[in-house]
């Protein structure tokens, strides 16, 4: 089995490994590291040393494994809801193109479905050099069991090198199972995608709740699968390369399922747990008044977003406990968080500094908001939002 | 979990302990403005507690609880841990445990099994109503009376500022049963809410502590079965006293719990804080403030644990630890509060930041279950006793 | 009826702070604490358990060092029934996969009716156990599910939070689930719980009581290799835009749409 050393004429004791590892595994011992069982091979305390002198060796050396240069082709999952191909799939397409430019192979957006023939000619308008559609009625809205079942055959059958998908409720769902299937390694949430120096995909993605980037590898399994979350990367310019349209019809036992769908209940939803919202709008004191938090409200309902909350306006009462955002509240890490009338205090900070984007509107040019927002407003929020809610509803048409 | 002192705690104390700030952290912070304003009542927090099996900490598992042979300690952890939340919602808790000791220290085996096990699962609150419009800290000079006809008593009087007055469905009542015999002429008596002639006044607009209810007690002509009546006629205010002997250390309990909330915002505060350039902990006029603090706290801290070990160990006459403890811990917190506020400067004044309700808060302990001149007053006795007893 | 409730203990991610002066993270002394998800798969698991009224039985059981016994001793608090714990030095580094597979092993040997997952881990993020499992176990899955509108020992219908609102699926049993917070609100553990909690006997199972051979998990028997963990770069100031609010707003959203943040 795998284990990890400490290779004492190298350790200084310095103690850097303690404090980078969140699982108590090592602990100083007569001046040298000495792992615990507590230790999970994490590795952060590898990257913590300033001498290199932890290893984390394994039994089985990398020998890749034979037939990994059979697989070739950057595929992107074509996910559709109700005959419409998902945004997020452009932007793999973007992505997948370089990849595919790089590892000089064809880039395929699969697609399962029924009726979806001219969705799949819409495809080819963008750089994909082939669309394989799978049709089958079972197959016109997602459910885990057929479309893990079918793709994972297609993947066998077919064996790209890379597979995309957006890091959608569907995404993450049925490609966790095709990774088991396939026995394949998945990364989720990417953030960055390159081809390395061996011709490998290097996946980066956040953890620890956004606290820290890890770049993960899959070096003799394939194919190397991850899924990146809608506006991440952007979308692929429209540009045709003549490609074709590969139908097929799936196996009749692929397509069975045992979990039905009855029925999709779209919904407005009003009070979006703030947790998992990829936008929210939060209030502060500046706000003046409970009545204020409406200019707030009508901004993330146009964004489409959630409504959070500082603590001194829960304490307050303006707005209820599961709004909160800060240290003694909720820690969110969205794609943007718009702070108004928050002065940016330590405590507020802790839960959201890291967002992908922040933005802040406050009247007060030294605000401590303003040391972390990447764009801010310095402004009357009772004069900004209003225009910023019209702004906004006018873009989205 | 928590950190701090090794004060030796039991497994089970630990629990409770435990158990007792996640409560408070999980439920009540994020409640205690809102019935700070307000005056509602916490029924919500009550069911947790409940929930939790946390109601009957102080009552013998015999009749429903988890004393576990510690129920005094018990209780000053369990005080102290929702205190450092909300004072005031951890009132509802701790004044069933002030209006149920009369029942666990005198009642018979019927009164209890009839009254403690609803009262341990949280089902049923209690209170204590001894003090009237004119008899404060001269209780003896209460004038609600209770007259016997046949096999009942005739209550008429009224209490005042009784906590969870309206709320509680069980209150141990004192009266006079016979003014001749001055001390000794008074009784203890199990009420219920519900009783013909037993109302409640309007609710007290308080400084502090508002989360909890306050309320007069009306008595007019409630009829009392003889089964209701705590102990023997006249034995009333030997039972208060008793009652009182085990209560404060739970008081006491309280005022740390309000002191610790107090200093764990000043240090948090002063803390982030910066001015000219540096956070305020680090100048010595604030850090000295701030150790002083501290330092009060874990010497309070410290008396009540050791009394209420002392008490569950069967003292037979712990008036003079009781009182330090519930003095001492009281006044503690009133100057943690205060100064509190004064680390916060203008912050600490304002209403926003939640500093000011701990000093608002503070100041009733130094008043209710006896007030801190009357606890100097018990110890300066305790002390001239013993030195009259020992021989020369 | 058995339902089992896989858990993880996990460092308590909201807790970990950025050493402003090294700008790098400090996790030393971050509390350990139950994955938030699993709390409330437990506390789903014991609702079914109350709903169904007939003789079901919760185990939750956790992979991991033995010092997750403490994450285990607080579902008992909560009401699970039993506690294993899946503890073995060739377990470690395992990735998901590798962590699906030992899962699965393990749920398979205690014996199950119904599998309950939290969402994911609040440290890896992946979300990609739960579905792992049920494809090792051979069962239908729904994830993200945020109410059980049903539940019968032979088949379940559930609410999936999805992103366009809710979609109503039917399983039948035996099936995974994968909860959201949305499901319920987690109880606090009572004083008679965690007394029995405490007494409480914790099953342990090996890789070899499992069967399962050392290359097939672990670090080994992970298809996925973690090579370089980094902060991210520490944030600073960006564009401060003062005036006009119409000016102001307009080159918001210009910067906005162009960063493609909306």
Request: charged share 25%; with cysteine.
């Amino acid at each position: 089995m795998a284990e990890i050393i400490c290779i004492q004429d190298q350790c200084t004791g310095c103690g850097a490994c303690v404090e980078a590892c969140a699982y108590d595994g090592v602990e100083l011992a007569e001046g040298v590291a000495l792992f615990k069982e507590s230790c999970n091979l994490c590795g952060a305390c590898v990257e913590a040393c300033p001498v290199n002198a932890i290893v984390i060796r394994k039994e089985l050396e990398a020998t890749p494994a034979a037939g990994l240069d059979d697989y070739r082709g950057v595929w992107v999952f074509g996910e559709q809801h109700r005959g419409e191909i998902a945004p997020v799939v452009l932007e793999l397409v973007g992505k997948g193109r370089e990849l595919a430019d790089a590892r000089g192979c064809e880039l395929v957006v699969v697609v399962l479905g029924s009726g979806m023939e001219s969705a799949c000619r819409e495809l080819l308008e963008h750089p994909v050099d082939r669309v394989i559609y799978a049709e089958a009625a079972e197959l016109a809205d997602y459910l885990s069991g057929p479309y893990g079942r079918v793709f994972s055959d297609l993947v066998r059958e077919h064996r790209p090198e890379i597979v995309l998908a957006g890091a959608t409720t569907v995404g993450r769902s049925f490609l966790a199972r095709v990774a088991v299937e396939i026995h394949t390694g998945l990364t989720a949430d990417c953030t960055g995608l390159e081809i390395d120096e061996e011709g490998l995909l290097a996946q980066t993605r956040p953890a620890f709740g956004g606290n820290i980037m890890a770049t993960i590898l899959c070096p003799n399994h394939r194919p190397q699968m991850a899924t990146v979350r809608h506006k991440v990367m952007k979308p692929a310019a429209r540009s045709s390369r003549g490609g074709s349209i590969e139908k097929v019809e799936p196996k009749r036992k692929l397509v069975a399922s045992r979990a039905k769908l009855l029925a999709l209940l779209p919904e407005v939803e009003e009070t979006i747990n703030i947790a998992e919202a990829d936008i929210i709008v939060s209030g502060g004191r500046g706000l003046g008044g409970p009545e204020n938090f409406k200019l707030v409200e009508e901004l993330a309902v146009a964004l489409g977003g959630a409504v959070g909350a500082s603590r001194a306006t829960v304490d307050a009462g303006w707005k209820p406990y599961s709004h909160q955002v800060g240290q003694t509240g909720k820690t969110v890490c969205p794609k943007l968080y718009i702070a108004c009338g928050i002065s940016g205090a330590v405590q507020h900070l802790v839960g959201m500094q890291s967002s992908d984007c922040i933005v802040a509107i406050n009247k007060d040019p030294h605000a401590p908001i303003f040391q972390v927002t990447d764009y801010g407003i310095v402004g009357d929020l009772h004069e900004v939002l209003p225009r910023l809610t019209a702004a906004v509803r006018a873009k989205r048409g | 979990m928590a950190q701090g002192m090794d004060y030796g705690l039991t497994e089970t104390q630990e629990m409770i302990r435990d158990l007792g700030r996640q409560v408070a952290d999980e439920k009540i912070k994020p409640v205690a403005a809102h019935h700070d304003e307000t005056g509602e009542f916490p029924w919500e927090i009550i069911k947790v507690l409940a929930d939790a099996d946390l109601m009957g900490v102080y009552i013998p598992e015999e009749y429903g609880g988890s004393a576990d042979g510690t129920p005094g300690m018990n209780m000053c952890l369990l005080a102290e841990e929702l205190s450092r939340a909300c004072a005031g919602i951890a009132l509802a808790f701790a004044a069933t445990g002030l209006g149920t000791l009369p029942i666990l220290l005198s009642g018979s085996d019927e009164q209890k099994k009839r009254f403690l096990p609803n009262i341990a699962g949280g089902k049923r609150l209690a209170a204590f109503g001894i003090t009237e419009a004119n008899a404060g800290s001269d209780a003896a000079s209460i004038q609600t009376t209770a007259v016997k006809d046949g096999d009942t008593y005739v209550i008429n009087g009224t209490k005042q500022w009784i906590s969870n007055g309206g709320e509680a469905e069980v209150y141990t009542v004192f009266a006079m049963t016979d003014r001749t015999r001055g001390a000794r002429g008074a009784t203890a008596f199990i009420l219920e809410k519900g009783m013909d002639g037993f109302s409640f006044g309007k609710k007290e607009d308080k400084l502090g502590i508002r989360g909890s209810t306050t309320r007069e007690l009306v008595f007019e002509d409630v009829r009392v079965p003889e089964a209701n009546r705590l102990g023997r006629e006249g034995t009333g205010f030997m039972i208060a006293m008793k009652t009182f002997d085990v209560s404060r250390p739970g008081v006491a309990a309280q005022a740390v719990g309000i002191a610790q909330g107090a200093l764990d915002c000043a240090v948090n505060y002063a803390h982030t804080r910066k001015q000219f350039g540096k956070s305020i902990a680090s100048f010595q006029g604030v850090g000295f403030m701030l150790a002083d603090m501290a330092m009060k706290i874990e010497a309070a801290r410290a008396l009540v644990y050791a009394t209420a070990r002392h008490i569950d160990g069967g003292a037979k006459r712990p008036t003079k630890y009781s009182a330090m403890s519930k003095c001492f811990a009281s006044d503690v917190a009133m100057q943690v509060t205060t100064d509190a506020i004064q680390v916060l400067g203008g912050y600490g004044y304002m209403k926003e930041y939640p500093v000011e309700k701990y000093f608002r808060d503070a100041k009733v302990t130094q008043i209710y279950e006896g007030t801190n001149q009357i606890q100097r007053d018990e110890i300066a006795r305790a002390l001239i006793k013993e030195a009259a007893g020992r021989k020369s | 009826m058995r339902i089992v409730v896989p858990v993880k203990q996990v460092p308590d991610t909201t807790e970990v702070r950025m050493d402003s002066e090294t700008n790098t993270l400090v996790r030393e002394g971050v509390d350990s604490i139950v994955n938030p998800f699993d709390t409330y798969a437990v506390e789903e698991a014991v609702r079914v358990k109350e709903r169904l009224n007939l003789d079901a039985s919760i185990t939750v059981l956790t992979m991991g060092p033995p010092q997750a016994e403490s994450a285990l001793r607080e579902c008992l608090a909560v009401g699970a029934d039993e506690a294993a714990l899946v503890t073995d030095r060739a377990f470690a580094g395992s990735d998901t996969w590798a962590t699906s597979l030992v899962l699965a092993t393990a749920i398979r040997h205690i014996g199950f009716d119904l599998v309950i997952c939290g969402k994911q881990a609040i440290d890896g993020d992946t979300a990609q156990v739960g579905p792992g499992i049920s494809v090792h176990l051979d069962v239908p899955q729904a994830t993200y599910v945020g109410k059980v509108e049903e539940i019968t020992p032979g088949k379940a219908v559930v609410l999936r939070l999805v992103e366009e609102g809710h979609e109503r699926i039917e399983l039948p049993l035996p099936c995974l689930w994968t909860v959201t917070k949305e499901i319920n609100e987690p109880r606090l553990p009572s004083l008679r719980g965690k007394m029995r909690a405490k007494k409480a006997e914790i099953r342990k199972l090996t890789a070899e009581e499992l069967g399962l051979k050392a290359k097939a998990v672990g670090l080994d028997g992970s298809p996925t290799r973690v090579v370089r963990i980094f902060s991210p770069l520490p944030r600073a100031g960006g564009e401060v835009f003062t005036g006009e609010a119409d000016e102001c707003v307009a080159k918001l959203v210009a910067a906005l749409t162009e960063g493609q943040v909306v």
